[in-house]
């Protein structure tokens, strides 16, 4: 589960086209810092993590329940009834 967190942080923020060098600055932290936070490196405070879902513009239950897999499907069938 804990992986899966900060699995779940980093594919968020690349869906968003956010880079880490943004969500460190907006964090008040480094490049460094920040990346190992998305490495799972650092055992996250909920604090970190109500920021973290501030500046992703999600919240911490999204942050937690989100599954990369059910988002593609989701798209993917979107496009194929557009089509």
Not at 20 to 45: C, P, Q
Not at 47 to 58: H, P, S, T, W, Y
Request: cysteine-free.
């Amino acid at each position: 589960m804990k992986s899966t967190v900060y699995l779940n942080i980093r594919k968020i923020r690349e869906l968003k086209n956010l880079t880490r060098e943004y969500v460190a600055e907006e964090l008040n932290m480094s490049m460094s810092g920040y990346g190992k936070i998305e490495r799972g490196e650092v055992d996250l405070t909920v604090n970190k993590l109500i920021q973290i879902g501030k500046v992703l513009d999600v919240s911490i239950e999204f942050i937690f329940k989100f599954d990369v897999t059910i988002f593609f499907n989701d798209t993917a069938q979107q496009a194929h009834k557009a089509s």
